[in-house]
């Protein structure tokens, strides 16, 4: 199968990584996000020292991992549904509102000295639920504001400024953590979804919505899904994206326990290893539209891959918090440019009437598939310890993701 992105000469896709901030509306959106993502980011750090705090078991790590993922799994692919018909603008302002007063719910339970470690799981659930729906209108709202030809430039900027908050956010983290306390960090991150909210009001963004009068979700998801299974390129990509959530993507569930047990400095070390992650994940998204220009983006999904598991299989193996923190930068660095690239050739080779079933498929993959492998993972390492469950895990992803892109030539010949 001849495809879109594959047809196209390298010279049709060189565009700046900063041209889609020429949008009035975009640059709104882009504030905003960067504002409630670091928010975000600081939650998800304090979170996970909360949980490992209360607890001291790696299981009950992937266990509040699992609970947010149980909800996408069964909604992400009708969530796709959902936002080829409602104006994704809408679906996003709901969320951020949602997500906020969970966030001053947890704050509050931990102010109060309240929180215990079944009000975590059940907020992360919660969460999960409007997750699988922001994150396929998150990530398909961005062609609404762009358009097509600026889509990879828009997809760069929204890596961008997710990782630019994951080092804004885990820093804030290590300073609040150790200075005032979790529940402040909880309390920062509703505070932030004032910004995207607000953003997201003022904006005017056109969506195209299906027309058709007959809503049949389940015919809809299955037409998404056939379409994704038959596509020469669009299938391995997905696969690839499954993989890494599974195995690779979840070394940083075990973090606040890696470097409680292992490096023996529960909060500074792990705020460093966050911190380290973030440095690394934006300089690959600074860096995806030239690699890709350069090199083809085909190739740079495949061996970002072999980078990701080099790096995990060395931190697994280090005690050193100076050697580990460099190779999570490493980490941060390869699996966010092997994940970006791969949402861009998604979204390059898609057409416009199957794009939310599909991207929900790769959001699906994030929010629905990733938590399984983080409580398989906490389970692990609960019985064989942190370390040799990050090797053991790092080993079978690269072997998998290996054989899915030797398998897939016509997923390493695109640009």
């Known amino acids: 199968m001849t495809t879109t992105a594959a047809a ?33 980011w600081m939650q998800s750090v304090a979170q996970g020292w909360l949980v490992f705090h209360l607890t001291q078991s790696e299981l009950a790590l992937g266990i509040v991992a699992c609970a947010a993922g149980v909800p996408a799994l069964i909604l992400s692919p009708v969530a796709g549904v959902m936002v080829e018909r409602i104006p994704r603008r809408n679906i996003l302002i ?3 509102i949602y997500q906020m007063i969970l966030a001053f719910v947890l704050a509050f339970l931990t102010a109060t000295n309240m929180v215990q470690v079944w009000h975590i799981i059940v907020l992360a659930f919660l969460l999960g639920i409007i997750n699988a729906i922001d994150a396929p209108a998150r990530q398909t709202i961005i062609k609404d504001m762009v358009g097509t030809e600026n889509l990879p430039s828009g997809i760069a900027l929204n890596a961008i400024m997710f990782n630019a908050s994951r080092v804004v956010g885990p820093a804030a983290a290590g300073i609040a953590l150790t200075q005032l306390g979790p529940a ?27 027309k058709n009068d007959q809503f ?6 299955r037409e998404g899904l056939a379409f994704a299974r038959h596509h020469a390129t669009i299938r391995p990509l997905l696969l ?49 539209p030239i690699a890709g220009r350069r090199f083809g983006r085909g190739r740079v999904v495949t061996v970002m891959g072999i980078f990701t598991t080099l790096a995990c299989i060395v931190v697994s193996q280090t005690s050193d918090a100076t050697i580990a923190t460099i190779f999570m930068g490493i980490y941060g660095f390869a699996i966010i440019m092997q994940f970006t690239t791969v949402n861009t050739l998604i979204q390059s080779e898609v057409p416009d009437e199957f794009r939310g079933r599909v991207i929900s498929l790769y959001t699906l993959s ?50």
């Open 366 to 415: 994030w929010f629905g598939v990733s938590p399984f492998g983080a409580l398989a993972l906490g389970l692990v390492a609960q019985l064989i310890g942190a370390p040799i469950a990050i090797l053991i895990y790092s080993i079978i992803g690269g072997v998998l993701g290996g054989i899915v892109a030797l398998r897939s030539p016509e997923m390493r010949r695109l640009w």
């Open 240 to 288: 690839l994206a499954i993989n890494a959530s599974l195995f690779t993507v979840n070394i940083s569930t075990l973090l606040p326990a890696f470097a409680d047990t292992v490096l023996h400095s529960p909060k500074e070390g792990f705020a460093a290893l966050s911190t380290a992650t973030g440095i690394g994940a934006v300089i690959a998204a600074m860096l995806i």
């Open 94 to 96: 709901f969320s951020q």
């Open 216 to 221: 049949a979700p389940l015919a809809r998801l």
């Open 184 to 210: 402040w960090c909880f309390f920062v991150n509703g505070l932030s979804f004032l910004a995207v909210i607000f953003m997201l009001i003022i904006i005017k963004v056109q969506t195209l919505v299906a």
């Open 8 to 40: 196209k000469p390298p010279s049709a896709l060189q565009h700046s990584t900063l041209s889609a901030l020429r949008y009035t509306n975009f640059r709104l959106y882009f504030i905003g996000q960067v504002v409630s993502l670091s928010g975000t």
